[in-house]
C-alpha cells in the first residue's frame, strides 16, 4: 500500500509526500483548469480508441465515457473541488472519474501519458482560440467596410511623417486596415491548417507497444491526422508560439489603427466621434471623453507580444522531448488569447459605433498644400515639363501661397504664369481635393470609384 500522504499517482515509488514549495512550484491547476472540456473530449476519443481496438472492454469505455461527461458538468456546474496536491487537470478529472466510475478509470490511462495528453488538450484550445480569433477578425472587417462604403467619397488628409501629404478618401482609409486584418485572417488560417495534428498516441514519447489506433482518436478530435513523430508530438509548441506570433502582428494592426483613432478624435483633428459607449469621462474635467477602448487596444500589443517572446524563450534550449518547463506555455498563451479576442471585439464596437466628421476631413485636407502633386502632375502632363523642373516650380508656388497665408487655388493665375508662363486656366481643375481623389484611378489608388470596387471585391471574398 502506498503512503497516504505520498502522491495518490505515483505513490508505489514514493514514501513522502512533496513539499509544499514543491507542490506550489510543481501545479499548473489554477491555470490549467481552463482545458478542462478538450482534456475531456481528448481522454472520451482515447477511451473509445481503446474499446474498438480491443485494449479495454467496451462495458469499462463505456462507464470511462459516462463518467467523464459527469466530470464536465461538475465542472462545468462550478460544483468541481480542485486539488493542487493533484498538480493539473490531467490528474484532476481522473481521480475525480476514479471517485466515480471506481476501478475502470485506472484503465483510460493505458497507451498514453500526460506528455502527448497535455499537448492534445493545448493543441485542442489553442485551434478553438484560432477560431474565435477568425471570427473576431471577419467581424471588425465587416465593420470597417460598413465605414469604407458610406465615406467612399468623403476627402481626407492623407499623411506620411504624419505631415499632410495628399488627399485620400475615408473609404480608402478604412480598406487599408481592411487589407491588413484580411491578411491577419489568413495568417489565422494557415496556422490552422498546419497545427491541426494530433500528438495522441504519442504516449509518453516513443510511443507505445499497445495495438492503438491514432488515425481513430485523430479524426474523433477534428485533426487531420496523427502526428508522424512521437518525439515530435510531445515536444512540438511551434504551434502555439505561431498563435502568438500571429496575434502580435494582429495586434500591432489594432494598436495602430487605436493609435489613429486616438489622434483623430482628439479636440485638434475632430476627424471622428467615438460613442459614449466606447468612451469614458473625466473624473475631475468635465468637459472630456477620453478614448479609453482605443488606448487599452493600442497597449495590448505589450503583454501579447510579451507572451510571444517568453515561451520563445522557454522553448530555447530545451532537449527532446518533454521538459517540464513546458508547462510554462499555458498562461502566457492564455493571456494573450483573451486579450487579443478582447482587443478585436473592443475595435470592432468602437469602429461600428464611430462617425467620420466629413466636413472636417475635407476641410483638413484642404489644408497643408495638399494639392501640390497635383499641381506638378498637371504641369508634367500639360506642359511636358520633366518632373523634377514641375517639382521646383511647385515648390516654389508653395512657398508663395505660404508666405501669402492662403492655399494653392488661391493663388491667381498670373501669379503662377510669373514662375511658370505655359500654366493655364486649367490648372485650377485640378487643384480641389475632391479633383485630386478622383483622379487617383491607379489600381489601389484612392479613387471612390476604386475604393468601391475593393468594398464590392471583399464583399464577395467575404460571400
Ligand atoms: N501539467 C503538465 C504540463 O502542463 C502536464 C504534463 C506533465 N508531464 C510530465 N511528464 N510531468 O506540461
Not at 15 to 21: E, K, L, N, R, V
Not at 240 to 263: G, K, N, P
Not at 363 to 392: C, M, Q, Y
Not at 430 to 444: D, F, I, W
Request: proline share 3%; with cysteine; hydrophobic share 45%.
Amino acid at each position: 500500500m502506498s503512503d497516504t500522504s505520498s502522491n495518490q499517482m505515483w505513490g508505489g515509488r514514493f514514501a513522502a509526500g512533496p513539499d509544499a514549495i514543491m507542490e506550489a512550484i510543481n501545479a499548473s491547476i489554477g491555470y490549467d483548469q481552463r482545458m478542462a472540456a478538450q482534456d475531456i473530449a481528448g481522454s472520451r476519443a482515447h477511451a473509445a480508441m481503446l474499446a474498438a481496438t480491443g485494449i479495454i472492454s467496451d462495458s469499462d469505455a463505456e462507464a470511462i465515457r459516462e463518467g467523464l461527461l459527469t466530470v464536465l458538468s461538475e465542472i462545468e456546474g462550478g460544483k468541481f473541488e480542485f486539488s493542487t496536491a493533484l498538480e493539473d487537470i490531467h490528474m484532476n478529472v481522473e481521480a475525480r472519474l476514479k471517485e466515480i466510475i471506481g476501478e475502470p478509470a485506472g484503465r483510460l490511462h493505458t497507451g498514453r501519458s500526460r506528455n502527448d495528453q497535455v499537448a492534445t488538450d493545448f493543441r485542442l484550445w489553442v485551434r478553438d482560440q484560432l477560431d474565435a480569433a477568425e471570427t473576431g477578425l471577419l467581424a471588425l472587417i465587416d465593420a470597417l467596410l460598413s465605414q469604407a462604403e458610406a465615406g467612399a467619397d468623403w476627402v481626407m488628409p492623407g499623411f506620411t511623417h504624419l505631415q499632410t501629404a495628399q488627399p485620400v478618401t475615408w473609404g480608402h482609409h478604412m480598406m487599408a486596415y481592411v487589407e491588413m486584418f484580411g491578411r491577419d485572417l489568413s495568417r489565422v488560417r494557415d496556422a490552422r491548417a498546419r497545427m491541426n495534428e494530433s500528438p495522441l498516441g504519442a504516449a509518453a514519447l516513443a510511443g507505445t507497444g499497445f495495438p492503438i489506433d491514432r488515425e481513430m482518436t485523430a479524426e474523433a478530435l477534428g485533426f487531420d491526422r496523427p502526428m508522424a513523430n512521437s518525439l515530435d508530438a510531445v515536444s512540438a509548441r511551434d504551434f502555439a508560439i505561431e498563435f502568438l506570433s500571429v496575434a502580435s502582428i494582429s495586434a500591432m494592426h489594432l494598436s495602430r489603427f487605436a493609435e489613429e483613432l486616438v489622434i483623430w478624435s482628439s479636440a485638434q483633428f475632430r476627424f471622428v466621434t467615438l460613442s459614449d459607449r466606447f468612451s469614458t469621462g473625466s473624473s475631475i474635467m468635465p468637459q472630456k471623453k477620453n478614448p479609453d477602448a482605443a488606448e487599452l487596444i493600442r497597449a495590448k500589443i505589450g503583454r501579447i507580444f510579451g507572451a510571444n517572446v517568453a515561451l520563445m524563450m522557454v522553448m530555447k534550449g530545451l532537449p527532446l522531448a518533454y521538459s517540464k518547463d513546458m508547462q510554462e506555455d499555458k498562461e502566457q498563451v492564455f493571456d494573450a488569447a483573451d486579450n487579443w479576442m478582447l482587443a478585436l471585439a473592443a475595435m470592432e464596437g468602437m469602429v461600428r459605433d464611430m462617425t467620420g466628421n466629413r466636413d472636417q476631413l475635407e476641410a483638413a485636407a484642404s489644408s497643408g498644400f495638399s494639392t501640390a502633386t497635383d499641381l506638378a502632375d498637371w504641369l508634367v502632363r500639360e506642359t511636358g515639363l520633366p518632373f523634377r523642373d514641375a517639382h521646383h516650380v511647385t515648390g516654389a508656388l508653395v512657398a508663395l501661397a505660404e508666405k501669402k497665408g492662403c492655399d494653392l487655388p488661391d493663388l491667381s493665375l498670373e501669379e503662377m504664369q510669373a514662375e511658370n508662363a505655359a500654366i493655364t486656366e486649367g490648372i485650377f481643375d485640378v487643384l480641389t481635393v475632391q479633383k485630386s481623389v478622383a483622379s487617383r484611378m491607379s489600381y489601389g489608388g484612392t479613387a471612390p470609384a476604386r475604393v468601391r470596387e475593393q468594398v464590392a471585391r471583399w464583399k464577395e471574398v467575404l460571400g
